[in-house]
């Protein structure tokens, strides 16, 4: 009897023992963008691109001051905005002060994009 009970406390003792310690619940790494596009001014630097404002309040517009000629959104570091209606329409990443993408139009029109920040925040 002595030798069933040493014999089940050894079993317990080392299954606790030798099993693997639980992993960390994953967390992904974070997506937020480090760059404020509110109340900036971005520039192309390829294409038809020229001066894009980027108005804290969802708008867009070709030069700063100019409110009203397309809108934005940012979801994580994937940005999307469109022009005149969805006339022209870009979808990309914002990475630090650079923006990558491709931009299309109701053409049928294709292009790559890239924008740099030129201007901050106020």
Not at 44 to 68: E, K, V
Not at 100 to 109: A, F, P, T, Y
Request: charged fraction near 20%.
């Amino acid at each position: 009897m002595k030798r069933t009970a040493t014999i089940a406390v050894w079993i317990c003792v080392s299954s606790v023992a030798f099993t693997a310690p639980a992993r960390p619940l994953y967390v992904p790494p974070s997506e937020a963008p480090t760059v404020d596009l509110r109340d900036t001014l971005w520039q192309g630097i390829a294409g038809p691109d020229r001066n894009i404002y980027f108005h804290s309040n969802g708008q867009l517009s070709y030069a700063r001051g100019q409110a009203g000629f397309g809108s934005w959104r940012l979801d994580g570091c994937e940005l999307y905005f469109e022009f005149n209606g969805k006339y022209r329409e870009f979808r990309g990443r914002l990475e630090g002060d650079n923006i990558h993408g491709e931009s299309w139009n109701i053409k049928g029109l294709k292009w790559q994009t890239s924008l740099r920040r030129v201007s901050a925040p106020k």
